[in-house]
């Protein structure tokens, strides 16, 4: 077995130790030199502690460091605050030296009346005495002007107001545009389907038809709603056919619809200015009016009354889930509704409760 050859600090190690155990005065000698050679490198360090930390600035304290960045912060905000203030100063000066030159261009120029309207002009020129017998004469005469002449308004159903459905029916053969035409403006659903109703009676008396398409724009109150699918869905039934409602996006108009609607107000105008004397007094006036000017729209009457019996005919409804959301509404032969939120969905049988 190898051993380790002692060094020489070793074996004076050892035999320092074994010194002070043979002898008290060895030991105590030792001990104070040992304190001695100990104070004195305490005090070495001491002092070179002393001499380094002389030599190096002083350091601020955190608190030093809070109070010199509040300082510094004070003094860039006075600097800003002051360049805002001259900044301000300089466009009041601008805006006041600017008031003064358009001050001075407006007192150097010439005022210029503005010109004298045409009839202004004239009625300053007329004797007082022909302004009064003029006076005088439109009042005698304002009574006696006809109901319907130039003097009213052009048409009469900006005057009274009528109802106008209008609309285009696809068919294999035979296709035509329509225009419905009642007294009562209402626009709720029972009348849109009063006026509607004449076209589909006159269509299955005429046609053998098994299904119908309907297109229209997509109003809550007039069409997609719950009276309108109860009427769809009834008709239906009564009648034994398929029907089928497409709600076209809102803002996206009716296109031939509306066009028939323009020519039918353009056919009013044209009958009322050719008649400005002729009382025009119920929407079958105006219908009798334009009957033979458009005869490729074929024109229906309907009354108030048909609004009314449709409205008694209908039930207490409840509103269908989800109404406001569909594009498409199918109404079958056997009386269930189906519907769609795309064209592109599966139709989903609708529950209803009436």
Same mark, same amino acid.
């Given at each position: 077995?190898?051993?380790?050859? %002692?060094?020489?600090?070793?074996?004076? =190690?050892?035999?320092?130790?074994?010194?002070?155990?043979?002898?008290?005065?060895? !030991?105590?000698?030792?001990?104070?030199?040992?304190?001695?050679?100990?104070?004195?490198?305490?005090?070495?360090?001491?002092?070179?502690?002393?001499?380094?930390?002389?030599?190096?600035?002083?350091?601020?304290?955190?608190?030093?460091?809070?109070?010199?960045?509040?300082?510094?912060?004070?003094?860039?905000?006075?600097?800003?605050?002051?360049?805002?203030?001259?900044?301000?100063?300089?466009?009041?000066?601008?805006?006041?030296?600017?008031?003064?030159?358009?001050?001075?261009?407006?007192?150097?120029?010439?005022?210029?009346?503005?010109?004298? +309207?045409?009839?202004?002009?004239? +009625?300053?020129?007329?004797?007082?005495?022909?302004?009064?017998?003029?006076?005088?004469?439109?009042?005698?005469?304002?009574?006696?002007?006809?109901?319907?002449?130039?003097?009213?308004?052009?048409?009469?159903?900006?005057?009274?107001?009528?109802?106008?459905?209008?609309?285009?029916?696809?068919?294999? !053969?035979?296709?035509?545009?329509?225009?419905? +035409?009642? !007294? !009562?403006?209402?626009?709720?659903?029972?009348?849109?389907?009063?006026?509607?109703?004449?076209?589909?009676?006159?269509?299955?008396?005429?046609?053998?038809?098994?299904?119908?398409?309907?297109?229209?724009?997509?109003?809550?109150?007039?069409?997609?709603?719950?009276?309108?699918?109860?009427?769809?869905?009834?008709?239906?039934?009564?009648?034994?056919?398929?029907?089928?409602?497409?709600?076209?996006?809102? &803002?996206?108009?009716? &296109?031939?619809?509306?066009?028939?609607?323009?020519?039918?107000?353009?056919?009013?105008?044209?009958?009322?200015?050719?008649?400005?004397?002729?009382?025009?007094?119920?929407?079958?006036?105006?219908?009798?009016?334009?009957?033979?000017?458009?005869? =490729? %729209?074929?024109?229906?009457?309907?009354?108030?009354?048909?609004?009314?019996?449709? =409205? =008694?005919?209908?039930?207490?409804?409840?509103?269908?889930?989800?109404?406001?959301?569909?594009?498409?509404?199918?109404?079958?032969?056997?009386?269930? +509704?189906?519907?769609?939120?795309?064209?592109?969905?599966?139709?989903?049988?609708?529950?209803?409760?009436?």
């Amino acid at each position: 077995m190898k051993t380790k050859p %002692i060094t020489r600090d070793a074996r004076y =190690k050892n035999k320092i130790r074994v010194k002070r155990i043979l002898s008290k005065t060895f !030991d105590r000698d030792f001990k104070r030199k040992k304190a001695l050679q100990q104070r004195k490198w305490r005090s070495t360090r001491q002092q070179k502690q002393a001499a380094s930390s002389s030599s190096l600035p002083d350091l601020p304290t955190t608190e030093a460091k809070s109070v010199l960045r509040k300082k510094e912060g004070k003094k860039r905000r006075r600097a800003k605050a002051r360049k805002v203030k001259q900044e301000l100063q300089a466009l009041r000066d601008t805006v006041q030296r600017l008031a003064k030159e358009n001050k001075n261009l407006r007192a150097g120029r010439c005022e210029t009346p503005p010109p004298q +309207l045409p009839t202004a002009l004239f +009625l300053d020129n007329v004797s007082p005495s022909a302004k009064r017998r003029a006076t005088n004469r439109l009042r005698d005469t304002k009574d006696d002007l006809a109901r319907g002449s130039q003097s009213a308004l052009r048409a009469f159903y900006f005057e009274q107001h009528v109802a106008l459905h209008t609309g285009y029916v696809w068919l294999k !053969d035979g296709s035509f545009s329509f225009g419905c +035409l009642s !007294d !009562d403006t209402n626009h709720m659903a029972e009348a849109a389907w009063a006026g509607i109703r004449c076209v589909l009676n006159e269509l299955l008396d005429k046609k053998v038809i098994f299904t119908i398409n309907l297109i229209s724009d997509s109003p809550i109150s007039q069409y997609r709603n719950k009276t309108m699918f109860f009427l769809m869905k009834k008709f239906a039934v009564e009648h034994k056919i398929e029907m089928k409602w497409i709600f076209l996006e809102s &803002g996206h108009g009716k &296109g031939i619809a509306d066009a028939i609607g323009g020519t039918l107000k353009r056919k009013f105008d044209d009958a009322i200015n050719f008649q400005p004397d002729e009382s025009f007094s119920s929407a079958s006036d105006l219908l009798h009016a334009v009957e033979h000017s458009a005869d =490729k %729209i074929k024109l229906y009457l309907y009354e108030k009354s048909d609004v009314e019996e449709v =409205k =008694k005919s209908l039930p207490k409804l409840e509103t269908i889930k989800g109404t406001a959301s569909f594009h498409e509404v199918m109404a079958t032969s056997d009386g269930k +509704l189906y519907g769609k939120d795309l064209s592109s969905d599966t139709a989903k049988l609708l529950k209803t409760k009436f």
